[in-house]
């Protein structure tokens, strides 16, 4: 069954950047889609960014021009590299996959199968 792996959650102050990792582990095939949501206190899963094969990358409108998602060189690997970070940006990180279905709205966290275990980012002023 494929499980998704996270890394590179941390503090920093407005204005700093992190990098996001996430790898899929024991898969058979490709997924469809991969993205990152984020879900902060009190508020609902929010649809980051997301790939999709032959669609290219979509990105929310709070994180266009700051945000930015690729696919690294092994299968099922994405990266979110986050610059010009806000305190609004805190939030628990969650990458996730569609494996063998279809996906119409990216952006929807239910239109995904498989979830990381979330990573914290944390942003101060």
């Known amino acids: 069954q494929e499980q998704l792996v996270e890394s590179g959650g941390g503090s920093v102050q407005a204005g700093g950047s992190l990098r996001l990792s996430c790898a899929a582990s024991?898969?058979?095939?490709?997924?469809?889609?991969m993205a990152w949501f984020r879900q902060a206190p009190g508020k609902e899963r929010e649809g980051v960014a997301a790939?999709?094969?032959?669609?290219?990358?979509s990105y929310a409108d709070s994180v266009k021009g700051r945000f930015t998602l690729s696919e690294g060189n092994a299968e099922n690997t994405v990266y979110l590299q986050m610059t010009n970070l806000k305190t609004e940006d805190t939030a628990t990180y969650y990458c996730?996959?569609?494996?063998?279905?279809?996906?119409?709205?990216?952006?929807?966290?239910?239109?995904?199968?498989?979830w990381g275990q979330g990573t914290q980012v944390t942003v101060s002023s």
């Open positions: 996730a996959a569609a494996f063998g279905i279809a996906t119409l709205d990216p952006l929807r966290w239910d239109q995904y199968n498989t």
């Open positions: 024991e898969y058979a095939y490709e997924a469809n889609c």
């Open positions: 790939i999709c094969s032959g669609d290219g990358t």
